[in-house]
């Protein structure tokens, strides 16, 4: 479904998408006994009294990941509904069999939550990168995957994933927009309207894309819920634009072109992805300087962008 709706209000926010999901998190171990909290060591500290008040239902494993994934795996089996959370590359990449095997061959589901994103900490160089992870559960079927945009996103993310039967990973990163914006269920909202084509954007890289997009003629719909994406909303807006789509993401480039590719197997379409690239940089400064040699500053798609509607 397509929304045209305003933005969130931004008031009273945590400071980052972490600080928000913890405190959400942490209220929602009070109000629910099915709720448990695995950890791996990391943010730990924001847990504290959520440990104090149900030692039984907040649990940290330790620097195991693989340890982290089970553990919840088992919750889930006796009837919980576990959030895990730690480090994206040590979260799906490295436990990648146990989501596979502990989840997904039990026929059970939880909460995946993942912090670092693609680059977020550059300086803790390539073994705490992970663009790779949404393609990664693109090979489960049935995963929904939230990409928040702004930490004000994160509660109501969160108390979908938590009250769902499915599994979910929840992707939170430092980069983010200046405002949140309300998406419901999912959904695709249109900021701006054009002809020569549809531009998707995926969580905290939308004020790039509409800065990118300034002065152009394309359409621009932002989602913070990547998985399922909203193919058939895609296809409506599509239509009005040539279907030529853009996809922009805050991971690997090409993630999503499959998805495209079947949404519109009946009827010839382009498609131009934009996302982190496949190459490794070998470059460890700032979140901000990945994003520009990757070409995902506003600068970076809108060169790109131009080029594909010229």
Same mark, same amino acid.
């Given at each position: ?142 995963? *929904? ?8 996103? @994160?509660? =109501? +993310? /969160? &108390?979908?994933?938590?009250? !769902?039967? #499915? $599994? ?23 900021? *701006? ?8 954007? @995926?969580? =905290? +890289? /939308? &004020?790039?894309?509409?800065? !990118?997009? #300034? $002065? ?95």
């Amino acid at each position: 479904m397509v929304f045209r709706a305003d933005p969130l209000t931004d008031d009273m926010q945590p400071l980052t998408m972490r600080d928000a999901w913890a405190a959400r998190l942490s209220d929602l171990v009070d109000a629910d006994p099915r709720v448990a909290v695995v950890l791996a060591d990391i943010s730990t500290d924001l847990f504290a009294d959520a440990l104090k008040a149900h030692p039984d239902r907040v649990i940290n494993v330790g620097i195991r990941e693989q340890l982290l994934v089970g553990a919840a795996g088992g919750l889930a089996l006796a009837g919980l509904r576990p959030v895990a959370h730690t480090y994206a590359p040590f979260l799906v990449e490295r436990a990648f069999e146990q989501i596979k095997l502990d989840f997904e061959h039990q026929g059970t589901s939880g909460v995946l939550v993942s912090v670092g994103a693609s680059y977020d900490w550059a300086e803790g160089s390539f073994t705490h990168f992970s663009p790779r992870d949404v393609a990664l559960f693109d090979t489960l079927p049935g995963w *929904r995957v939230s990409v928040p945009g702004h930490a004000a996103e @994160v509660p =109501p +993310l /969160l &108390d979908r994933a938590v009250a !769902a039967d #499915e $599994g979910v990973y929840m992707r939170l990163s430092l980069r983010h927009n200046e405002n949140p914006h309300a998406v419901p269920d999912g959904g695709l909202l249109v900021l *701006r309207e054009g002809r020569r084509a549809t531009v998707v954007v @995926v969580g =905290p +890289l /939308l &004020d790039n894309v509409l800065e !990118a997009t #300034e $002065g152009l003629d394309v359409t621009v719909a932002y989602t913070n819920t990547p998985r399922p994406l909203d193919t058939a909303a895609l296809r409506e807006l599509a239509a009005d634009t040539g279907d030529a789509v853009v996809m922009v993401e805050p991971y690997l480039e090409g993630t999503s072109a499959w998805l495209v590719a079947k949404a519109f197997e009946d009827r010839p379409h382009r498609l131009l992805s934009i996302g982190v690239g496949r190459e490794e940089l070998r470059r460890y400064g700032t979140a901000a300087e990945h994003e520009r040699l990757h070409g995902l500053d506003a600068a970076g798609i809108r060169d790109r962008v131009r080029r594909f509607v010229a």
